[in-house]
T-cell receptor, first 113, second 114 residues
């Protein structure tokens, strides 16, 4: 089955700097790669996603890149703000089969003012 | 905007008791899921449900767990005899399948087993 590895587990940056979180996946059938932001005690909230027919996607300060050959994808946050502080999870699934979403271990991002 | 709703938000129970967690998925969704998250850990898949039957389940989802969609709107997770290690946040999610991909998560039900 699918296995998703995520690193780093914690990341501390200064406000205004960029943050990069990386994930690898194992199942070549996976074709959908979302990123979730989870604030303490809250549900995971989708912030951006990418499908396997696309190499990069950007939404304002957030971008995701996907390398299908290497089976890795990354989240890039530019101009970080204190409100970006949260736990970020990557995930992978084969959506054509209604397949389960498999999460990475999470990255606790701390943006220091 | 439609959303997945879950009840209760928090339940405290004694070890060995049965617990039912309830979810109302988004109405036109066809795929339903339960996930759990032990405090400070990642979100773990428990079970997926499609066309009124379990389509996939994880190793965590043993004989103590069951799911049901009793009335076409609710989707329930039952834990027959709770253990201390069942203490976690349980998230319900639903999706349309197909090429949209996105799963919509509920706010979660926090289960505390004493």
């Amino acid at each position: 089955g699918e296995n998703v590895e995520q690193h780093p587990s914690t990341l501390s940056v200064q406000e205004g700097d960029s943050a990069v979180i990386k994930c690898t996946y194992s199942d070549s059938a996976s074709n959908y790669f979302p990123w979730y932001k989870q604030e303490l005690g809250k549900r995971p909230q989708l912030i951006i996603d990418i499908r396997s027919n696309v190499g990069e996607k950007k939404d304002q300060r957030i971008a995701v890149t996907l390398n299908k050959t290497a089976k890795h994808f990354s989240l890039h946050i530019t101009e970080t703000q204190p409100e970006d502080s949260a736990v970020y999870f990557c995930a992978a699934r084969d959506y054509n089969q209604g397949g389960k979403l498999i999460f990475g271990q999470g990255t606790e991002l701390s943006v220091k003012p | 905007e439609p959303e997945v709703t879950q009840t209760p938000s928090h339940q405290v129970t004694q070890m060995g008791q049965e617990v039912i967690l309830r979810c109302v998925p988004i109405s036109n969704h066809l795929y339903f899921y339960w996930y759990r998250q032990i405090l400070g850990q990642k979100v773990e898949f428990l079970v997926s449900f499609y066309n009124n039957e379990i389509s996939e389940k994880s190793e965590i989802f043993d004989d103590q767990f069951s799911v049901e969609r009793p009335d076409g709107s609710n989707f329930t997770l039952k834990i027959r005899s709770t253990k201390l290690e069942d203490s976690a946040m349980y998230f319900c999610a639903s999706g349309t399948g197909g090429n949209t991909g996105e799963l919509f998560f509920g706010e979660g039900s926090r289960l505390t087993v004493l």
